[in-house]
């Protein structure tokens, strides 16, 4: 076996809420640690599922996927080639680190973000240095431009960053890739970029267009509610996209993935009503950390970050209260993923309650 694989910490996914239930003796847990959607998923997928023609069960999918490419590339104005589809982003990260990484390469990651840029990193061998967000949560783009060597292949931008929620500006995207060497590719996962209502627009999607070494992810699994059915997709340069297809499962995507993901799409509305629900419940939940004079970072995403000396503590009794949110991503910080109205006003209530008697 490869040493690495044997020394490899490897991610820890969510347990099943029923095994999590029953190992606590709850009746019900509403998971607030993925960053899932709460309101589901547009009704018109579950009409484009039943309506799936169950005979095509034994054929393998259109390996191109070529109806949802065309969909998204039509909404972006792109070339259509320029689009490569995973199983869920995850896999692109996984694609992306196989395409270009080589043992004793480096790869430049802002700190905290997502755990799976560095653990594809760490399986191709290569050397992970990471640069620590700003007093703000926003990426220091100076350091990272200071850490670049000739070793540097990937630089991993999360846009808005989980976890920490914070909005880059596409204009200082595009600054940062022209100081880039061209041979380094910059990467950036947008996976929570649906929830931006500050900026318009909030994506980096037009700079593939001009500059080859940049890469834009999206996802179906957050803003459209698809988590279960495992479809992301990166957006390339046409110089790039080919070869990243080369290192692509011919059949990742199945057919009924496809199909959710394209009524998905095609139901705009469902999201804008998602997105515009988040961002109210979003602007409650920073009136409410200031209230409590809780720190916690400006979110353009479906979750916040906030910060307490009783982190641990508040986590445990949210458990006990039937809400599991996400702890361990920095001592003291927690991280919440926005609910409906109902579970935020009942979360915000027993936080209340808890910073009460804990100060009292
Ligand atoms: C959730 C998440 C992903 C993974 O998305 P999938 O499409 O479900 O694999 C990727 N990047 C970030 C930053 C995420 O939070």
């Known amino acids: 076996m ?60 259109d390996s191109s996927a070529q109806e949802l490419r065309d969909l998204v590339a039509e ?37 905290p973000n997502f755990s799976e840029y560095a653990l594809h990193a ?8 990471e640069v620590a967000t700003k007093k703000n949560g926003q990426i220091n783009f100076t350091a990272l431009l200071e850490n670049i060597t000739d070793k540097t292949k990937l630089i991993w931008l999360c846009n ?14 595009e600054k940062f890739v022209q100081q880039v060497p061209k041979e380094t590719m910059v990467l950036v996962d947008e996976a929570y970029i649906d929830f931006v209502t500050e900026q318009e627009p909030a994506t980096a999607m037009d700079l593939t267009k001009k500059y080859p070494n940049i890469v834009v992810m999206r996802t179906f699994s957050k803003a459209y509610g698809l988590a279960n059915f495992r479809v992301g997709y990166a957006v390339f340069s046409n110089q790039i996209a080919g070869e990243v297809q ?40 920073e009136d409410f950390f200031q209230k409590l004079d809780l720190k916690f970072y400006h979110s353009q995403a479906n979750f ?32 919440l993923s926005i609910g409906t109205p109902k579970d935020n006003l009942k979360i915000q209530k027993i936080m209340a309650d808890f910073f009460d008697s804990v100060l009292n």
């Open 246 to 285: 080369k290192v692509r499962l011919p059949y990742n995507v199945s057919s009924i993935a496809q199909t959710a993901a394209i009524a998905a799409f095609k139901d705009q509305n469902f999201v804008d009503q998602v997105v515009a629900k988040n961002a109210l419940e979003r602007t409650k939940y």
């Open 160 to 173: 808005p960053n989980n976890p920490t929620g914070t909005l880059e500006t596409v204009a200082s995207i």
């Open 2 to 61: 490869k040493k690495i694989i044997q020394e490899l910490n490897p991610y820890v996914p969510e347990k099943p809420l029923q095994q999590l239930q029953d190992e606590l003796g709850l009746k019900k847990i509403v998971r607030l640690s993925a960053n899932e959607n709460p309101y589901g998923t547009s009704p018109k997928v579950k009409r484009a599922i039943l309506d799936w023609d169950y005979d095509l069960s034994n054929r393998y999918p």
């Open 75 to 111: 909404k972006f104005t792109l070339d259509p080639s320029q689009i490569v589809f995973g199983v869920g982003l995850d896999e692109v990260i996984v694609m992306l680190s196989r395409v270009f990484l080589q043992p004793g390469d480096e790869e430049l990651v802002s700190v």
């Open 304 to 335: 916040v970050f906030f910060e307490t000396a009783a982190a641990h503590e508040l986590a445990q009794v949210l458990l006990e209260n039937g809400y599991l949110i996400r702890t361990g991503l920095r001592p003291n910080w927690l991280r």
């Open 122 to 129: 760490e399986i191709e061998e290569a050397v992970i240095k």
